[in-house]
């Protein structure tokens, strides 16, 4: 369901660690799907969260991030 991003040609977003968002037919019901929802909340976290080794710390930089956004002013 989930598909590693690789772009057509040589870019330098090539080793972001994103991944590709399937194009939708339908905006209802196709937008509430999994493999489309996934990767697209994956793209917008953080590079530093994305890039971590362990699930431990991806735990860690996720709940930091999240905090950050819920009470930042």
Request: charged share 20%; glycine share 4%; proline share 8%.
């Amino acid at each position: 369901m989930l598909v590693p991003y690789v772009p057509p040609r040589l870019l330098r977003s090539k080793d972001a660690g994103c991944l590709s968002v399937p194009r939708i037919a339908k905006t209802t019901a196709g937008g509430r799907a999994f493999s489309y929802q996934a990767p697209k909340l994956w793209n917008s976290l953080p590079v530093n969260v994305r890039e971590t080794d362990t699930v431990s710390v991806c735990k860690s930089r996720l709940k930091t991030y999240l905090f950050n956004l819920a009470f930042s002013d």
